[in-house]
DNA sequence: CAGTATTTTTTCGAGGCTCGAAAAAATAGA
DNA sequence: TCTATTTTTTCGAGCCTCGAAAAAATACTG
């Protein structure tokens, strides 16, 4: 089944761990390293010396590690921002944002762009896409050599290969296969992620003490979706991005979903189901899209008095929260992230929430069971797909090195 | 974060190749090991010699291979029965049961008893496991050295280290760490395992082409429980034993559950649930045990005429449907076993399922989804166990082997 | 300011592992 | 009996990691 471990191989994964080490640490010393990988001294000297030595890795300037210590001071290791260069591309309603980033992480260029994705014809849609690229690649100001890869986010759901755009509320077409559209135009390796695992991977680099091994990261939008790391890795379904948390059955055969179904989640606790609620909308209304300023006015106005906007949300919370305690059933409870524009009406949200879950088999300890919030999405999506876009530089390019035997003819 | 690769870990991780190679293909030739594993020939010849040497491999008779091909003819390598022995413990209502497998996977001994699970106390319970356990040890018509390791089964929640029964529906008790008991009462590695997971590892050694990578065992029992295999590994919460399928929510603050709260997929689709339901009683009633023959005379009766029987089943189905549709919403459709003596009735549960799942998003393609039935669970969770130990011996005692540097001196 | 203690990093065999090529082994067909 | 064919083993080469020792770089001490 799973294949066998060749001689080669090792060095290539132990390369990969000190790049990921580096990675997450910042400026980790030799010993540092040597300490976190279980890898000798010996080890770590050889292959940090190899990375130096193919511009993958510098040693920083000392001074920094504030307290002088007795003995040789440790020289810290960094990311050699000019190493690569990997370019980020987001597409969500209405907007279109691209990004270039060094190889330690830093944004180098950028650009925005407003666009009608609902009305978009196919071609449009996938023009502008490249158009947007091609524009940043071709800029004469960008003083990166090239584009190692390309992460593109997009809101709805991708296949498991990360491939292709499979369905998106964001615009009526479905089955864009973007990753492989920008691989043939650009010659660069491309893949298609999903908006809310890309918010996952984000958390788990901005705070790892909170988000590392198991935890929840959903977004409360327009639609309801979910990022899911189980064990420290990002949880998708056998075919497709998974996770369509939203999408989970709240009340069989109840309130009209967007996806067209009855009784998801979403149709409870989207934007527009707490709309349509608030409005006293019958739970058929077709889905209708409400902007943020909307949905913040909604939600003050839901503080002041205790109308039907304070009923929406508590609507909202209680779909949540039995979503999740059914959620918690399978997989166990964990820290959840809530993000986006109705994370910021979360104290309307979270005590219908919690006596949902308390009422579920999951939430057996729903006090313990915390939260935090984020309403803004798109940055988190944009530095995910930019960890992304790294970790694959990190794995696939820099780890594997110049296939030893060509480089040793040089030596 | 993980850790690096030791040079030593590579022998390991390749014996423990071969060795599960052998397990998985019962007598292959070298040259097919060397295929399956991608290692080179040398380095098979070398392991399956040292493994040989050892008395964990054996050269099989020639002879069976059948059309006799020109050439040196391949000598399969088959696991050495006499190189280790396992034990199983299966605890499950009323019934408790042991066997001893040879490293072959042969049973070579085993014992059955029945006992008073719900009454019993908690010294009692565990000194009949104990006893048991050591009656089979103790036997001197068992001719295998040493048992080298216990795996232990049980209905209901154990906890994610496998070591302890957290929760189960066989007794009042709760929190006995079984795995710590029995090490401690012969010295022997043991583990705490959930019936419904062993379920699962069953049919994964089965029918591996139906069961590999993805699939879900459903349990159709007294109470509903699940065995999920992901990307080809059971998939477990972060602290228990994890999905609790039968614990979903299907309707808020719906029917009474066993667990005590509402509206759970058990409380529709349970044996209790159904057979509360077929005779009418209040979605409130308290849940009682009832046998399998009244069971399998509640689907005769269904299968006869159109009345609450048949509606009972249909309601089971939806619950089951529901639940299901949420599930793949989460993970993707997969194919499905259904377990235990409601399987037998799954003809009258199948259509209401799937006019449920068709109803969700995860049911997109509800017809492509396939279910397969097997009444009787526990040689299931028997042969779980026996393979779930196995792999233990064969991964964590025969694949480091005589540690290297120790065994060299001899040579 | 020289010497010592301390910590980090590099150097240098030793021992292991896998691999490819070639040899050896074992059999069917001619 | 010889040849072709296939499987298995043997053997040397090339890497890789490791431990120990050396080298490097700094703070402390008198």
Redesign the pocket.
Same mark, same amino acid.
């Given at each position: 089944m799973s294949v %066998?471990i =060749? $001689?080669?191989d090792? +060095?290539r994964r132990?390369r990969a761990m000190v790049i990921s080490a580096v990675r997450r640490a910042g400026q980790p &010393? =030799? /010993?540092e390293i040597a300490a976190t990988t279980g890898? *000798? $001294? &010996? /080890?770590i *000297? @050889?292959? *940090? *010396?190899d990375l130096i030595q193919e511009g993958i890795l510098a040693e920083s300037k000392?001074g920094e590690t504030g307290a002088?210590? +007795? %003995? +040789?001071?440790?020289?810290g290791l960094a990311l050699n921002p000019e190493a690569a260069a990997v370019m980020t591309v987001v597409l969500s309603l209405n907007f279109l944002s691209v990004t270039v980033i060094d190889y330690a992480g830093q944004v180098v260029a950028e650009e925005q762009r407003r666009l009608d994705t609902l009305t978009m014809p196919r071609d449009e849609l996938i023009g502008e896409c490249t158009a947007i690229v091609r524009r940043r690649l071709e800029d004469p100001d960008l003083d990166v050599q090239s584009i190692a890869r390309i992460a593109m986010g997009i809101q709805g759901i991708t296949d498991s290969q990360a491939r292709a755009m499979l369905w998106s509320p964001i615009t009526p077409l479905t089955d864009i296969a973007f990753a492989d559209i920008l691989e043939a135009e650009f010659g660069i390796p491309a893949t298609m992620e999903n908006d809310c695992n890309m918010m996952a991977v984000a958390l788990q680099w901005r705070q790892p003490e909170r988000y590392r091994d198991n935890f929840i990261a959903i977004l409360l939008s327009h639609g309801i979706g979910m990022g899911l790391v189980l064990k420290g890795e990002l949880f998708t379904g056998t075919h497709s991005s998974g996770g369509e948390f939203g999408h989970m059955i709240h009340r069989p055969g109840g309130a009209l979903c967007r996806c067209g179904r009855r009784g998801c989640v979403e149709a409870y606790a989207g934007n527009y189901a707490i709309w349509r609620s608030a409005k006293m909308m019958s739970e058929d209304a077709e889905p209708v899209d409400v902007g943020d300023a909307d949905m913040r006015a909604l939600a003050a106005r839901a503080r002041e008095t205790d109308g039907p906007e304070r009923e929406a949300y508590r609507k909202a919370g209680e779909a949540l929260g039995f979503g999740l305690g059914s959620l918690f059933a399978l997989i166990d409870p964990a820290p959840v992230a809530m993000v986006g524009v109705s994370a910021a009406a979360f104290d309307l949200i979270e005590p219908a929430l919690r006596e949902a879950i308390a009422q579920t088999a999951g939430g057996q300890h729903s006090k313990s069971i915390s939260f935090d919030t984020e309403p803004n999405e798109l940055p988190l999506i944009r530095e995910g797909c930019a960890m992304r876009a790294l970790s694959f530089v990190d794995q696939e390019i820099f780890a594997p090195g110049i296939q @030893?035997?060509a480089g040793?003819h040089v030596a």
């Open positions: %066998g =060749r $001689h080669d090792l +060095r132990n &010393s =030799r /010993t890898l *000798s $001294h &010996s /080890t *000297s @050889a292959i *940090s *010396s000392p002088l210590k +007795r %003995g +040789r001071p440790q020289v @030893a035997k040793k």
